[in-house]
């Protein structure tokens, strides 16, 4: 009261303004707060603000969702007006992304939609790998495609793994053989962030990007901690372990050395079917990266990363000494990976940069007594240029070169002449250019247009065109999109359950590359309020298939490969919402619907209709977190829903024929220390959900030794692990601290 008094009687002058955001739109509901007196107000819908004070000096600080704080010192002895500009919260809305237009770009202003996830989102609860990460993206679902030795690939809306790419910092290095191991043992303490386009992205990235585009992205040695180190373990006796240290700071060459180390060697076998319930693995993955210091300030960025994995699954009594043995079942996997990345832009005036990745992928494995031994080699290379011309037009021109080199010991890769198998690798090259160009016609108005031509050296000519339109009204954007795509396929390295000699492979001869053509509409929309700020993101999407490779699973003992005599369709829709409080609480929101689907000609010539399998009709995601600032803890709870998906059964199958709905749901709890540590435990798996015990068909004859015993199988049944859909490690507790210091 006194101070109100005090005031009360001064001479007061009128402190006003608005408030804007870097690009010069007002900001509204912005809180301006003296830190000495208290005083403050609110600024209205279209950031105007207006306070009564007495002469003075003031200290404000202006605060609003989704913006970064501001302090403003104002010398006040008359009636003022100010504007004052504040720079939006790394996190919503203006991340700079590249992954749509290989251009830097403020996902706002792109006319491709891109999703961007950060490395603390993904790391909110503990998992052994970026594949499992992923289960928190909405319309991105991790699938297992073994039952026994547990390797997986990523859904995007519904599709296949094959037809999504994934890069590394831009370069796509994973792919065909690697496509199940690609994403497993990047270390966490590299993440940056995750870019996800959904919808083909072939015109800038080629064969493969049918789905959409996974861009993994590592930490600029410049803004990387000097040391860091993560140590956790589970319930089930899993250790991970991932460091990383910067060496070099300030020299000529830098950078950063990271190591990611996972192993589980406690087998379990709580569904009684004696075979493993989670695949024992021992892996290690060491990743470094150089940044050149040169003197025109360009980039010059390299980095190399090597893998080794050992896992097996099987019977709970197996060993390495029954390794291609028909005593006891097992399924053994040696895995060797190699990869080269690098980025340097050319001491020229234009911005010309010129990248190129190498992998290397040794795959040895037994699956029973199915041996399957394989190689895979893929170059990439790539000159792209960005060009801006006038006020309206900004070029993307490139050039890129493809080579692939397959090898195995299966009858893919050879052919008989007079009567002899004569090993003959498949190796393609792929030439290929594009030229994009994202042309501005109004403020709020741009359209891109892309087209890209290669040269397959078996299949020929491919064209690739892209059409992308955004209007950006004030809060709202809306994009519609088309995009087409192509996919090369190689049976062997994508279909795991053609490996696991449980079936017989059938490949029908010439089989064409898929083809696809996406529509898609997008629409954002942010909604400000006193105490939250709100982004919503919805979308539309169509995509028709063309020579589409389905595996046909009716016969019990085959799977049998050809192109689709009639088409194939995903269709869908998908929302997520972003809410930011005032308070320290977010939340994530996301839902996806979809229907994916064939039309197949029939002997009558009837387009007949059949479900994909392994696919969701609907999807749900959350994350919610609250930060307990006064005492450095924090909670994180993560969850995702399934709905029932078709499986692959066989003639007379007792087991259902789709899978029931299902829910994994997650709880973290950290706490902050001094000097740079952080401890944390939780449950992955609150619900314990795990797929029926008896997944895995005749478990208990997987040599198929009495699959011909009427008593014991009238239905004359053969072992099948194929039918799978998710994992069955249960409820989970785990716990680990983590150290970084910078």
């Known amino acids: 009261m006194l101070l109100f008094l005090n005031f009360s009687y001064s001479q007061q002058f009128k402190f006003s303004g608005v408030i804007l955001d870097e690009k010069g739109n007002s900001v509204p509901y912005v809180n301006l707060v003296d830190s000495i007196s208290l005083l403050g107000t609110s600024a209205d819908y279209d950031g105007n603000f207006e306070l009564l004070l007495v002469k003075g000096s003031y200290d404000f600080k202006l605060s609003s969702v989704g913006f970064a704080d501001e302090f403003i010192n104002v010398e006040l002895n008359s009636d003022t007006n100010f504007i004052f500009k504040l720079k939006r919260a790394e996190g919503f809305l203006e991340e700079v992304v590249i992954s749509g237009t290989l251009s830097e770009i403020s996902k706002r202003e792109s006319p491709i939609p891109i999703e961007v996830y950060s490395a603390?989102?993904?790391?909110?609860?503990?998992?052994?790998?970026?594949?499992?990460?992923?289960?928190?993206?909405?319309?991105?679902?991790?699938?297992?495609?073994?039952?026994?030795?547990?390797?997986?690939?990523?859904?995007?809306?519904?599709?296949?793994?094959?037809?999504?790419?994934?890069?590394?910092?831009?370069?796509?290095?994973?792919?065909?053989?690697?496509?199940?191991?690609?994403?497993?043992?990047?270390?966490?303490?590299?993440?940056?962030?995750?870019?996800?386009?959904?919808?083909?992205?072939?015109?800038?990235?080629?064969s493969e990007a049918v789905a959409g585009l996974i861009n993994v992205l590592t930490k600029d040695v410049e803004c990387a901690p000097k040391f860091s180190l993560n140590i956790s373990s589970t319930s089930w006796r899993e250790i991970q372990t991932d460091f990383m240290f910067k060496y070099a700071e300030n020299k000529k060459v830098s950078g950063i050395f990271a190591a990611d180390y996972h192993n589980y060697s406690n087998p379990i076998d709580n569904n009684?079917?004696?075979?493993?319930?989670?695949?024992?693995?021992?892996?290690?993955?060491?990743?470094?990266?150089?940044?050149?210091?040169?003197?025109?300030?360009?980039?010059?960025?390299?980095?190399?990363?090597?893998?080794?994995?050992?896992?097996?699954?099987?019977?709970?009594?197996?060993?390495?000494?029954?390794?291609?043995?028909?005593?006891?079942?097992?399924?053994?996997?040696?895995?060797?990976?190699?990869?080269?990345?690098?980025?340097?832009?050319?001491?020229?005036?234009?911005?010309?940069?010129?990248?190129?990745?190498?992998?290397?992928?040794?795959?040895?494995?037994?699956?029973?007594?199915?041996?399957?031994?394989?190689?895979?080699?893929?170059?990439f290379g790539q000159l792209v240029w960005n060009k801006k011309l006038?006020?309206?037009?900004?070029?993307?021109?490139?050039?890129?070169?493809?080579?692939?080199?397959?090898?195995?010991?299966?009858?893919?890769?050879?052919?008989?002449?007079?009567?002899?198998?004569?090993?003959?690798?498949?190796?393609?090259?792929?030439?290929?250019?594009?030229?994009?160009?994202?042309?501005?016609?109004?403020?709020?108005?741009?359209?891109?247009?892309?087209?890209?031509?290669?040269?397959?050296?078996?299949?020929?000519?491919?064209?690739?065109?892209?059409?992308?339109?955004?209007?950006?009204?004030?809060?709202?954007?809306?994009?519609?999109?088309?995009?087409?795509?192509?996919?090369?396929?190689?049976?062997?390295?994508?279909?795991?359950?053609?490996?696991?000699?449980?079936?017989?492979?059938?490949?029908?001869?010439?089989?064409?590359?898929?083809?696809?053509?996406?529509?898609?509409?997008?629409?954002?929309?942010?909604?400000?309020?006193?105490?939250?700020?709100?982004?919503?993101?919805?979308?539309?999407?169509?995509?028709?298939?063309?020579?589409?490779?389905?595996?046909?699973?009716?016969n019990d003992s085959q799977?049998?490969?050809?192109?689709?005599?009639?088409?194939?369709?995903?269709?869908?829709?998908?929302?997520?919402?972003?809410?930011?409080?005032?308070?320290?609480?977010?939340?994530?929101?996301?839902?996806?619907?979809?229907?994916?689907?064939?039309?197949?000609?029939?002997?009558?010539?009837?387009?007949?209709?059949?479900?994909?399998?392994?696919?969701?009709?609907?999807?749900?995601?959350?994350s919610c977190s609250y930060d307990f600032k006064r005492v450095g803890m924090t909670i994180d709870y993560t969850g995702n829903l399934y709905g029932p998906m078709h499986l692959p059964i066989v003639e007379n199958d007792f087991r259902l024929p789709q899978s029931s709905p299902f829910s994994i749901m997650n709880i973290k709890i950290a706490k902050d220390f001094d000097k740079g540590f952080n401890v944390y435990a939780g449950i992955r798996n609150l619900l314990n959900f795990t797929p029926p015990a008896n997944s895995i068909l005749r478990a208990h004859d997987p040599f198929d030794k009495y699959v011909d015993d009427e008593l014991d199988n009238p239905n004359n049944y053969s072992f099948d692990p194929s039918y799978i859909y998710t994992s069955f490690q249960g409820i989970t507790f785990f716990g680990g601290i983590k150290y970084v210091f910078n």
Not at 288 to 301: A, L, P
Request: proline share 4%; aromatic share 12%.
């Open 390 to 554: 006038g006020k309206s037009h900004n070029l993307v021109n490139g050039l890129a070169v493809r080579y692939s080199f397959y090898d195995d010991n299966t009858p893919v890769t050879s052919v008989l002449e007079n009567g002899t198998q004569i090993n003959e690798p498949n190796k393609w090259l792929l030439p290929g250019l594009f030229c994009q160009d994202n042309v501005t016609l109004s403020k709020k108005m741009n359209i891109l247009l892309g087209s890209r031509l290669d040269y397959h050296s078996i299949h020929g000519l491919i064209i690739s065109p892209r059409l992308n339109w955004k209007w950006s009204p004030s809060s709202y954007v809306f994009r519609v999109g088309y995009g087409n795509g192509f996919r090369v396929v190689n049976v062997f390295s994508e279909d795991h359950a053609a490996l696991t000699g449980a079936r017989d492979v059938i490949v029908s001869e010439g089989l064409n590359p898929e083809k696809s053509n996406n529509l898609n509409l997008n629409i954002e929309k942010t909604i400000f309020t006193p105490w939250t700020k709100i982004s919503l993101d919805a979308s539309l999407f169509y995509t028709y298939f063309s020579n589409k490779i389905i595996p046909n699973y009716s």
């Open 120 to 206: 603390n989102y993904l790391n909110k609860v503990p998992v052994p790998g970026l594949l499992e990460a992923t289960q928190n993206i909405n319309g991105v679902r991790p699938q297992l495609n073994c039952a026994v030795c547990n390797t997986g690939d990523i859904h995007i809306n519904g599709m296949e793994g094959p037809y999504t790419m994934v890069t590394i910092d831009g370069m796509p290095i994973v792919g065909g053989l690697s496509s199940v191991y690609g994403l497993q043992g990047i270390p966490n303490s590299l993440l940056q962030r995750v870019e996800v386009v959904k919808g083909p992205a072939s015109t800038l990235y080629g």
């Open 272 to 379: 009684g079917d004696n075979f493993t319930d989670l695949t024992l693995k021992d892996r290690i993955s060491i990743f470094n990266k150089w940044s050149v210091n040169r003197k025109d300030k360009k980039k010059s960025i390299f980095s190399a990363r090597y893998l080794y994995e050992d896992r097996w699954g099987g019977e709970m009594q197996w060993n390495n000494s029954f390794r291609a043995g028909d005593s006891i079942y097992g399924e053994s996997i040696f895995t060797n990976r190699a990869e080269l990345i690098g980025k340097h832009e050319l001491p020229i005036k234009e911005n010309i940069v010129l990248g190129g990745s190498f992998s290397y992928h040794g795959h040895d494995s037994r699956y029973g007594l199915v041996k399957y031994v394989a190689n895979q080699q893929i170059a």
């Open 559 to 622: 799977i049998r490969y050809s192109n689709l005599n009639g088409y194939g369709v995903s269709r869908g829709v998908s929302l997520n919402a972003k809410f930011i409080f005032n308070i320290p609480l977010s939340i994530n929101l996301g839902t996806t619907l979809l229907d994916v689907y064939s039309m197949q000609l029939n002997e009558e010539a009837t387009l007949i209709k059949e479900k994909q399998l392994f696919t969701e009709p609907y999807s749900c995601t959350w």
